[in-house]
């Protein structure tokens, strides 16, 4: 069955630095998507990057970078320059490609706090 | 262009009560879901759909029911509150199922079963 799993239950980082937020996957399927989303406290979730398992190259969002090693099936969210307004709970999901309906699974979240 | 939108936001439901939560989306969506996040368990798949007239269940559909008679639309209804029901439910859309169509959610709503 498939999973995710975000074993980093709390982060912190200093202002204008990086942090990396981690996430491993288990699925069967060859054909899977990526995806990382951002909850700030005022709720809404937010799409932050997506990666393809036939991805050649790791995506890259602005200062969000996903650090793709898929023989290691992990998916970590790499943020640049970390600024006060990244405090948020970040969640890491997964999609199998060929799944009815195209469902989203969900890992438990990292809440990130950025210290200024 | 609204997106996403969920009624009420916030509600408050004695053990037993029936309610219907909202789902609404102009971007003409086929794909509809409903989900609901409980601490430190991230977000569940409740039930969703594949396009208008069509439901299936998810991981937790129990005590959930569902309906999607106009494409904009994707209503989840409680027939008998509980306790265990408390959450906050987000409602999501997406143009296809595959590839990096991300889902679009909406801003959730907090139920609370007392």
């Known amino acids: ?116 | 262009n609204a997106g996403v939108t969920q009624t009420p936001k916030f509600r408050v439901l004695k053990t037993g009560q029936s309610m219907t939560l909202l789902c609404a989306q102009d971007m003409n969506h086929e794909y509809m879901y409903w989900y609901r996040q409980d601490p430190g368990m991230g977000l569940r798949l409740i039930h969703y759909s594949v396009g208008e007239g069509t439901t299936a269940k998810g991981e937790v559909p129990d005590g959930y029911n569902v309906s999607r008679l106009k494409k904009q639309n994707f209503l989840l209804g409680l027939e008998s509150a509980a306790p265990s029901q408390t959450s906050v439910y987000f409602c999501a859309s997406s143009p296809l199922a595959g590839g990096p169509n991300e889902q679009y959610f909406g801003p959730g709503t907090r139920l609370t079963v007392t």
């Open chain 1, 1 to 116: 069955a498939q999973k995710i799993t975000q074993t980093q239950p709390g982060m912190f980082v200093q202002e204008k630095e990086a942090v990396t937020l981690d996430c491993t996957y288990d699925t069967s399927d060859p054909s899977y998507g990526l995806f990382w989303y951002k909850q700030p406290s005022s709720g809404e979730m937010i799409f932050l990057i997506y990666q393809g398992s036939y991805d050649q190259q790791n995506a890259t969002e602005g200062r969000y970078s996903l650090n793709f090693q898929k023989a290691r099936k992990s998916a970590n969210l790499v943020i640049s320059a970390s600024q006060l307004g990244d405090s948020a709970m970040y969640f890491c999901a997964m999609r199998e490609i060929y799944n009815q309906g195209g469902k989203l699974i969900f890992g438990q979240g990292t809440e990130l706090s950025v210290k200024p």
